[in-house]
């Protein structure tokens, strides 16, 4: 049975992705803040762990890798990330706000795709992937503001091709995955694909990814975003 780490799967994209794991077969390692509802544990059934994890606490990050110890790893998601500042003008960002998202969308995914690189290295198909934005994207986005989340998104992008190059000798696949405007509470549910619709897909570009992709920034029908 493989098994899949995921990130902040306890609503949207992050839970659709457990749903979708479990309902297959995989076994599920879900790093949660939030715990699941009682009735999602149910849905997903016992091939499904739940972790404690507070991408704000390093303590927490490093608990999540030391729980994991020795336990192959197929596919690493990291999902959890926000995005608050969509309304916010330049002078209303201040260092708190910077922090605070830099170190839950761009640091905690970093510092803990470097703890799990021998559960990585143990797992079959050695794929770690974050999700991005095309807010990321300088190639392609046309909408405003979003100071921070921007460029959390970038950063975390250059990390990925960083450890793309890093890791390709024992042939890790590092993709950075857009998941198109979807339908959770991170958009106020007005995205244009429903969690199930986007997951589908980002799930088969998991699914079909190979080496040279590794480093790319891949929207969730498979065509490369440009950087
Ligand atoms: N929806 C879209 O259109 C869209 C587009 C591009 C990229 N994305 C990215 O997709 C990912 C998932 O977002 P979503 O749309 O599914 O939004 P969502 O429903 O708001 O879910 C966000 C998830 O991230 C978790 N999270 C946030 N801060 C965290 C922290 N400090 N520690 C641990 N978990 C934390 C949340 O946990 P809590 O419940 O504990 O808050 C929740 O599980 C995010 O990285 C987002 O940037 C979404």
Not at 62 to 85: F, P
Not at 111 to 123: D, H, M, Q
Request: proline fraction near 5%; charge should be negative.
């Amino acid at each position: 049975m493989p098994t899949v780490l995921i990130t902040g799967a306890n609503r949207g994209i992050g839970l659709e992705f457990a749903r979708q794991y479990a309902a297959e077969g995989w076994e599920v390692l879900a790093a949660n803040r939030t715990p699941f509802k009682p009735m999602d544990i149910v849905d997903l059934g016992p091939g499904t762990r739940e972790l404690r994890y507070d991408g704000l606490n390093e303590a927490s990050v490093a608990d999540v890798a030391a729980r994991l110890k020795g336990h192959a790893i197929d596919v690493a998601i990291m999902n959890a990330g926000y995005g608050d500042d969509q309304q916010l003008a330049p002078e209303e960002i201040h260092e708190a706000h910077w922090q605070r998202m830099m170190l839950t969308n761009t640091w905690a995914p970093f510092r803990l795709a470097t703890l799990i690189e021998e559960n990585l290295k143990a797992g079959e198909k050695k794929t770690l992937v974050e999700i991005s934005s095309l807010a990321a994207s300088n190639g392609t986005y046309t909408g405003k503001r979003q100071f921070v989340y921007r460029a959390s998104k970038a950063a975390l992008n250059q990390l990925w091709r960083s450890l793309a190059a890093e890791w390709k000798p024992w042939g890790c696949i590092c993709l950075a995955l857009r998941p198109g405007l979807v339908q959770t509470r991170m958009t106020d549910y007005a995205g244009e694909l429903l969690p199930e619709e986007s997951v589908t897909q980002l799930r088969q570009v998991i699914a079909n990814a190979t080496p040279e992709q590794s480093g790319m920034h891949i929207n969730y029908d498979g065509a490369t975003v440009p950087w």
